[in-house]
């Protein structure tokens, strides 16, 4: 998951340099700590994403939480989040329930970014697993029963589109249960006193089929020979050992690998020192079978065994 810590003024000056008559950090005045330490979590997408188990998952470490408050009271909450002794971080939920109005989130937001520092998440969830999860629950979409839950859910899509590009981060929940949410919002926002940390999706996939929206990193493996064309093959995944082995026999394979574990974990440090907790990294092949299969999974233990937190998922390697 990304997410951006927030950095006071002072931060930004030289080394040595401070602004006439402004206390040192050992002396700073409580109040200018506590305006330091205020925070809103605005947590938005797509119904049956997740919402309520990052809301709750929030409230879990302190923050003050609203669920569906409305747009024209969110300034004042804003004002509210600092200044009333009990609330310095909070956490509220805005999403298609506010009708119309959610049209004007994107003017609210900017204007409440100048006034206190303030984060957007953005969850979403493929199709099938929305759709699903409606099913499991019997709850009807909020946009009404008068349509199918897929036509509400491209509805809402796209009312949310302008809301999305604004947010950081963008969290498919598609691949996540409750508890694996949850977990990944504590150990993104429970404090600097904590070590920091990343949980990296490691996923495969098809070309031919498109790249997975929520992808952060993008690799293209289709220059390795394919086992599609081996008959014996062909019905097999890149999970089969012997198709594995078929791949790995090749000096480009090993190479690659090599390299992209070399690349990745030079970079993933730098990922958390920038606040990023959630990254999505994509192999891709022709049908999303055998080689991104092959390689993503070897990917995902190099990570691993370089201590990170890691998922395996293919996207593609039933069809």
């Known amino acids: 998951m990304a997410t951006r810590s927030a950095r006071s003024p002072a931060a930004k000056q030289p080394a040595g340099r401070r602004s006439a008559g402004a206390p040192s950090g050992r002396h700073r005045f409580p109040e200018a700590a506590a305006r330091q330490s205020r925070e809103l979590v605005i947590i938005t997408g797509l119904s049956g994403s997740g919402k309520g188990t990052v809301l709750k998952a929030l409230e879990d470490l302190g923050y003050y939480s609203v669920d569906n408050l409305p747009l024209d009271l969110i300034d004042k909450f804003a004002e509210l989040t600092g200044a009333v002794p009990n609330i310095h971080r909070a956490a509220i939920v805005v999403d298609i329930r506010e009708g119309a109005a959610l049209d004007r ?5 900017k204007r409440i970014r100048r006034k206190i520092p303030t984060r957007l998440i953005f969850l979403e969830s493929d199709d099938a697993t929305l759709i699903r999860r409606f099913s499991e629950t019997r709850r009807p979409h909020p946009l009404g029963a008068d349509q199918s839950v897929a036509e509400s859910i491209a509805n809402e899509r796209a009312r949310l589109e302008p809301i999305r590009r604004l947010a950081d981060p963008i969290i498919n929940t598609s691949k996540f249960n409750v508890h694996e949410l949850r977990e990944t919002i504590h150990r993104s926002f429970r404090g600097q006193h904590h070590a920091p940390d990343i949980l990296i999706q490691v996923t495969s996939f098809g070309f031919k089929y498109g790249v997975p929206n929520d992808s952060d990193l993008v690799f293209d493996v289709r220059f390795l020979p394919n086992p599609n064309y ?14 594995a082995r078929f791949i790995r026999s090749f000096p480009q394979t090993a190479e690659f690998i090599d390299r992209i574990s070399e690349l990745l974990i030079y970079l993933l440090p730098h ?17 999303g079978r055998h080689r991104s299969v092959m390689i993503a999974n070897e990917i995902r233990k190099r990570l691993a065994a370089a201590g990170y937190r890691v998922k395996e998922t293919h996207r593609d390697v039933a069809r």
Request: glycine share 12%.
């Open 105 to 109: 989130f994107p003017a609210v937001y």
């Open 230 to 243: 081996i008959p014996a093959f062909k019905n097999l995944s890149g999970k089969n050992p012997v198709v």
């Open 271 to 287: 990922y958390i020192e920038e606040g990023k907790s959630y990254l999505t990294i994509s192999f891709g092949c022709t049908g």
